[in-house]
């Protein structure tokens, strides 16, 4: 099976962006703008990897990890990325069950290789 | 009407004057202010904004130039390049006005810890070394092992070191030196004096106040030899004073400047 990613980001400019480099490097790719659409897709079909925006329309992104984890349905892990990575949001990223925090924009090297680093 | 009225009125009418102006004053005052968080967060929306399409830009150029959608020449592959590289100083502009509009603003909380800031110093000029080792530079300590930790907000200080420290190598010219160095003042040695000098052009003495100013560069024409917002020393002064501590600089053109600021070391706890 081809591992999955989701997108969780407002922008469809970003997801985009995303949803064109994720498929180039040969992952099964998924975007979800708001809260309740990431929550609904990520328990549509097991999730490798989700890459978490955090201000979303309806709500903190972190509000999706807290639901899943209490139905039951967490991704492999969690990545995720803020415009400001100062160490209050990065510790409330950390303790949410997020494996890393990133500052976008992430150079796109450094992304893969976080993610093939936390699916490995 | 009796004398004493007559006396009294003049002083009383003045007085009442001089309420309707203060009054007046006043309104202006709040006006501006209001006018003022309007602004401020105009240019914190906008810089947020701007952000991010310029991301989706970037990591689509970064896409094509590293050929994940076919092999580019090397002339496509230099211009897509001039696209990531462009972009990229567009968003540490941008980035460098909101820390601007936040430090500036009354929404700033300091998140203060017991730190070493040797170790934090020594970090600042590892992730300047590149930058450095291009102008053939030296960065060096000069002290500072016995001090105790100070107590302040990390990131904040690590960003106004970061500035002092960027500075210093932007307006060093190739081969010159910059040093931080530390010394104690205050009754009880409780304040740290953190010092960033460099042997580079310096700073004419009718310009100590203005380099700290938001927008301003001593240079500030078209064909200026450095660019950036003009936001650097002014964010560093507001980080500190959020820390009461002081910030000023001490210089000589052609010679080098010497930037100074304080914060304290074992406070008083509650």
């Given amino acids: 099976m081809p591992t999955r990613i989701l997108i ?30 990431g929550i609904e897709r990520a328990m549509s079909a097991p999730v490798d990897m989700m890459l978490l925006d955090l201000s979303l329309p309806d709500g903190n992104g972190l509000e999706i990890l807290k639901v899943l984890r209490k139905r039951g349905f967490l991704p492999r892990s969690t990545l995720a990325m803020t415009g400001h990575n100062d160490s209050a949001s990065r510790r409330s990223c950390l303790e949410a069950g997020c494996a890393d925090v990133l500052l976008k ?12 680093r936390h699916l490995a | 009407m009796s004398m004493s009225d007559r006396v009294g009125s003049a002083p009383k009418k003045r007085l009442k004057t001089l309420e309707a102006k203060a009054e007046e004053a006043q309104r202006t005052i709040d006006e501006l202010r209001a006018r003022d968080a309007l602004k401020t967060q105009f240019l914190s929306n906008v810089s947020h904004d701007l952000r991010t399409p ?15 959608l076919g ?5 496509q592959r230099d ?18 006005i909101l820390t601007y509009v936040r430090s500036a603003s009354d929404q700033v909380t300091l998140t203060r810890t017991d730190f070493d800031i040797t170790e934090l110093v020594d970090q600042v000029r590892m992730l300047n070394q590149a930058l450095a080792a291009k102008k053939h530079l030296t960065i060096e300590r000069l002290n500072g092992d016995d001090l105790p930790p100070v107590y302040a907000d990390r990131d904040k ?20 030196h910059v040093w931080i160095g530390f010394s104690r003042r205050g009754r009880d040695r409780d304040e740290l004096v953190v010092e960033v000098g460099d ?72």
Avoid: C
Wanted: hydrophobic residues 40%.
């Fill in chain 1, 105 to 116: 924009p992430v150079p796109i090297a450094e992304l893969l290789r976080q993610i093939e």
């Fill in chain 2, 157 to 176: 200080v690590k960003h106004v070191l970061g500035n002092l420290i960027g500075n210093a190598i932007k307006f060093t010219s190739d081969g010159g």
């Fill in chain 2, 199 to 270: 042997n580079g052009r310096g700073i004419a003495r009718d310009h100590y106040e203005l380099v700290f100013r938001e927008f301003a560069q001593v240079d500030a024409s078209p064909s200026r030899p450095h660019h950036g917002t003009g936001l650097g020393l002014a964010i560093a002064r507001n980080l500190v004073e959020l820390h009461s501590g002081t910030i000023w600089v001490e210089s000589e053109l052609g010679k080098g400047s010497r930037f100074f600021f304080t914060l304290p070391l074992n406070p008083p706890r509650d």
């Fill in chain 2, 71 to 75: 092999d580019l020449n090397p002339k």
């Fill in chain 1, 8 to 37: 969780v980001e407002d922008s469809p400019l970003v997801a985009d962006a995303f949803r064109v480099l994720f498929t180039a490097a040969g992952y099964e790719v998924d975007a979800a703008t708001t809260v309740a659409d």
């Fill in chain 2, 54 to 68: 310029l991301a989706a830009i970037i990591t689509h150029a970064e896409i094509l130039r590293d050929g994940m």
């Fill in chain 2, 79 to 96: 211009s897509v390049s001039g696209i990531v590289s462009g972009g990229q100083q567009l968003i540490d502009m941008i980035d460098e």
